[in-house]
């Protein structure tokens, strides 16, 4: 139970403010709609506490938009432990427990005790309100962010406000709780950018906020020394991270041990190469941690865990620190086919607790060394090549239904695709042969569940992880679409073969991906009912609701394949391998046989009649050899290149290619 507020004076300012807005202020603060004015109520209360806690507006809404985009998110948490519009933190042992962090780690005990994970609190006792209040609260939250904001300011100004908005940056630095000067200065840089640009949004329980443009703004930067934190961290490496001048970003490197001194192939956990000298880099792969960041440093840093990624972005502040050169390959998907193509990040967060948010900082700081990777290395920004580690298919008959399908449902393609500049939208003329998905996240509400191991972990128990279940997504904003095999919410989900061997309809699990369209892929329209879009997908004509006044897909153009004239199907592979006549004799005899042949999957086809998105030109297959440590086996650290041609379609909710040879292009 709550304990009563202690009351506060009535402010006129404030009540002046949201009266004009059609709301009214309690005595506490609070600020309530009127009945005919129920989309106000969040800026009314951004300025009723702005005039409370002497904040200016601006920098209050700046602030909260750049920590949540102004959203309160029902009260739910985000990975970090924030919460409302605020981003106030509250973490607690219950959610170390449910994040299944041992209570024998020493990060347990630092997490629980560290300021930055414990906001929520320092800014309720500012307030008079109850913890629990500035957590549920979206009134309280927004008035206790500002009265902690205000109390950094005072603390930088003698006891004083700041009289001009530029006085604020050191404030603004403060309360995205830096550890180090070029965190403070990233975040109050970003904050300083949306005062100039402004904003505006609508939010996703339908709040209308408009934050309007500020001229000549010119703060000095400098102040951030004030908050007396250091200038950098103290490097792990000598080796400079590759990252955009605008992210604070470090060098830790990623284990590559030989782990038995007789054993040459015994190694973790990336392969050495020379990229894209030696094989072309072409796709950017998305991964939640589901573990903490430092937890994911000390895996990633464990050459008996054979797995790491190039990059991990930290939640709360977005701070990047990459482990393995892009040059180098990271064992981060599963399937080599395209891991030895891509760069990997992984990023502080939990897919498998559903409708727990990714914080701003996250996407803010992924989507900005996405474009920079990108442009880099030529990397089209589309949803062909910027994947999820859930876009990445199974290698083997057996690894397509245990493949990761993470960052999930909960993760905002469409909001990150903005960010990279690149935003899914349409690009064809209504009726086009082939439709993206565009479901839009903050109303499409989908109720998902889990309950499993988390896969990669089961071999590593604490104190890495451990995970408990089950856990439910009621209603949450979600990326997906779900799939029906007829145009009716009554008829089954769509099954797939390898998640469900018995012919079982498919299921609401965050993880049954087999039934779940996810925002930005693409597809080739089979058919049209009203209120119905089918597609063509695994195989199969599937349906997703596409009703005229809300739609969840958007016209484009694509190049697309057909099966050749005459065939009845051709087969669909999850690898890319070249044929065995290109390895040399001597190779194959080292190796003890052909490696790596291409396989097609059995339960996969396209039968004729079908038509699935190419994600470009016709490729070589290839396959990547680096074998021993020292790089001093035969053919070693080698990429041996087909005579054969593959596309890479999208074929579910996953990629997979079929032969050129097999199959028509067709140019839109």
Wanted: include cysteine; charge should be negative.
């Amino acid at each position: 139970m709550h304990r009563p507020l202690r009351h506060r004076r009535t402010l006129t300012m404030a009540a002046a403010l949201s009266l004009l807005a059609g709301l009214s202020v309690t005595a506490a603060g609070t600020v309530t709609a009127h009945a005919d004015n129920p989309q106000g109520t969040r800026q009314a209360e951004f300025a009723a506490a702005a005039a409370e806690f002497g904040v200016p507006q601006s920098v209050l809404e700046a602030v909260s938009y750049d920590e949540t985009r102004w959203e309160a998110h029902a009260g739910q948490e985000n990975s970090e432990a924030g919460y409302g519009p605020m981003n106030l933190t509250d973490l607690t042992a219950a959610n170390l427990d449910t994040d299944g962090l041992s209570t024998q780690s020493p990060r347990y005990a630092d997490l629980l005790k560290a300021p930055a994970e414990h906001t929520a609190a320092a800014a309720a006792a500012l307030t008079g309100a109850d913890v629990s209040a500035v957590t549920t609260d979206e009134a309280q939250n927004i008035r206790a962010g500002a009265a902690l904001l205000a109390s950094y300011a005072r603390g930088y100004g003698h006891g004083k406000l700041p009289s001009r908005v530029d006085g604020w940056y050191a404030a603004v630095a403060r309360y995205g709780q830096p550890t180090e000067n070029k965190v403070a200065q990233t975040f109050a840089d970003v904050v300083w950018d949306t005062l100039r640009t402004g904003a505006t949004r609508t939010t996703q329980d339908g709040q209308q906020i408009t934050l309007p443009a500020t001229a000549g703004l010119h703060p000095n930067r400098n102040d951030v020394k004030k908050l007396g934190l250091k200038d950098v961290t103290p490097p792990s490496s000598s080796t400079k991270p590759e990252c955009p001048k605008s992210l604070d970003c470090d060098f830790v490197p990623g284990a590559y041990t030989l782990l038995d001194p007789s054993d040459l192939a015994d190694y973790g956990s990336h392969d050495l190469a020379d990229r894209p000298h030696d094989l072309q880099i072409r796709y950017i792969t998305l991964h939640t941690t589901d573990e903490t960041y430092d937890g994911t440093l000390d895996l990633f840093r464990d050459p008996t865990y054979a797995a790491g990624a190039h990059y991990v972005v930290r939640s709360q502040d977005g701070h990047v620190t990459q482990m393995i050169p892009t040059k180098d390959i990271a064992w981060d998907s599963g399937n080599r086919s395209f891991y030895q193509h891509s760069i990997g990040i992984e990023q502080e967060s939990w897919s498998t607790h559903g409708a727990t948010w990714f914080s701003e900082n996250l996407y803010r700081s992924t989507a900005s060394l996405v474009k920079y990777l990108a442009a880099k290395y030529d990397i089209p920004l589309d949803r062909a090549h910027i994947l999820g580690h859930d876009n990445v298919p199974g290698t083997t008959e057996s690894g397509v239904a245990t493949q990761h399908w993470d960052p999930g449902p909960g993760w905002d393609w469409e909001h990150f695709f903005d960010l990279l500049g690149a935003p899914i939208r349409a690009t064809a003329p209504q009726g086009s042969d082939v439709v993206a998905i565009k479901p839009g996240f903050r109303t499409n509400l989908q109720t998902t569940t889990y309950c499993d191991d988390v896969q990669g972990y089961k071999q590593f128990p604490n104190p890495y992880r451990s995970f408990d279940c089950p856990v439910t997504s009621p209603s949450a904003p979600s990326s997906f679409v779900p799939l029906y095999t007829a145009p009716s919410t009554g008829a089954p989900l769509v099954s797939d073969p390898y998640l469900h061997k018995d012919g079982s309809p498919g299921t609401d699990a965050m993880n049954d991906w087999g039934d779940k369209a996810s925002a930005g892929e693409q597809y080739v329209v089979a058919d049209r009912k009203p209120g119905w879009t089918a597609i063509w997908w695994a195989g199969q004509e599937v349906w997703l609701q596409d009703p005229a006044a809300h739609p969840t897909t958007v016209p484009v153009k694509a190049m697309r394949i057909v099966p050749k004239a005459g065939r009845a199907s051709v087969p669909v592979y999850t690898t890319a391998y070249p044929e065995a006549s290109v390895y040399p004799p001597d190779f194959v005899a080292f190796e003890g046989g052909a490696p790596r042949a291409q396989v097609a999957r059995t339960h996969y086809t396209i039968p004729a009649g079908q038509s699935y998105v190419a994600a470009g030109p016709a490729v070589n297959t290839d396959s990547y050899f680096a074998i021993y440590y020292d790089g001093s086996a035969p053919y070693d650290q080698h990429d041996f290149v087909g005579q054969t041609k593959v596309y890479e379609i999208v074929y579910n909710h996953r990629m997979a290619f079929v032969n050129a040879a097999d199959v028509d292009l067709v140019q839109q």
